[in-house]
């Protein structure tokens, strides 16, 4: 039997994902254009994905565990386990504004057009927040949305800030804390759980001699 493990096919997670599984000591065979590769020394088969499936292609079990951005994870509200937090693909859900607007907290998002990848966790965010406002969802550059007059605000990822301060956005709210996490399907068999462990006691290994 081999786990199955579904990772980024390319973007910002692929070269991290693939090295820890290096660092791991598991070798993959050329991985460069193609869907899925194998082990030759781990009961390991690789399913290269786009991140947005991941979390339903663990929760239907598709693929036994996954490598994917808590943002994600969480958008898609699927039915995953985390294993592990892997420390890379660091970054935050956050809201900004156009920096020439005042802000003074939540309420001034009150009937406000919202450009996002992210409608179910802006929308969560809205609706503990008591605050009535339109969320516009667009699939990508959402950080040009003011700019060009579809929406008043953002809800975008952030790492360094600079993709909002190059276009005049400033940050006033964030919505949650992301990096990149090991999921598992919800009901593995004991042979597949026993191998999660082995490969999580090796990434722990591979953590540990980094600090
Ligand atoms: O093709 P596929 O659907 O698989 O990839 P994708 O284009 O949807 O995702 P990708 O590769 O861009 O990002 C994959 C994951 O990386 C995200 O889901 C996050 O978990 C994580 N991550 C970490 C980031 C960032 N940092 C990040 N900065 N994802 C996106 N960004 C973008 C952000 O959307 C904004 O456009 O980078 C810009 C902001 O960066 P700064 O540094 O200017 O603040
Ligand atoms: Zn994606």
Redesign the pocket.
């Known amino acids: 039997m081999k786990l199955r493990i579904a990772i980024?096919?390319?973007?910002?997670?692929y070269e991290d994902s693939v090295q820890l599984l290096k660092e791991c000591g598991i070798d993959l065979r050329n991985v460069k254009d193609r869907l899925k590769t194998e082990s030759d020394n781990f009961p390991l088969e690789i399913f290269f994905l786009?991140?947005?499936d991941i979390p339903q292609y663990v929760e239907d079990g598709v693929a036994d565990i996954g490598i994917v951005?808590e943002?994600?994870l969480y958008e898609k509200n699927k039915k995953a386990v985390i294993v592990e937090k892997l420390g890379f693909?660091?970054?935050r859900l956050s809201v900004a504004i156009p920096r020439s607007q005042q802000y003074e907290g939540v309420q001034s998002l009150q009937g406000k057009r919202i450009a996002t990848s992210y409608p179910y966790l802006v929308n969560e965010f809205l609706a503990k927040n008591n605050i009535q406002a339109e969320i516009h969802e667009i699939s990508g550059s959402v950080?040009i949305a003011p700019g060009i007059g579809l929406a008043d605000v953002v809800a975008?990822?952030?790492?360094?800030?600079?993709?909002?301060l190059m276009n005049g956005l400033k940050e006033v709210e964030t919505l949650l804390q992301?990096q990149?996490v090991l999921i598992r399907n919800n009901d593995l068999n004991a042979e597949q759980q026993k191998l999660v462990d082995k490969l999580v006691f090796r990434i722990r290994s591979v953590k540990k001699a980094k600090h």
């Open positions: 980024q096919k390319s973007g910002r997670l786009r991140d947005d951005g943002n994600v693909g660091k970054c950080e975008d990822l952030v790492s360094s800030g600079s993709t909002l992301s990149a």
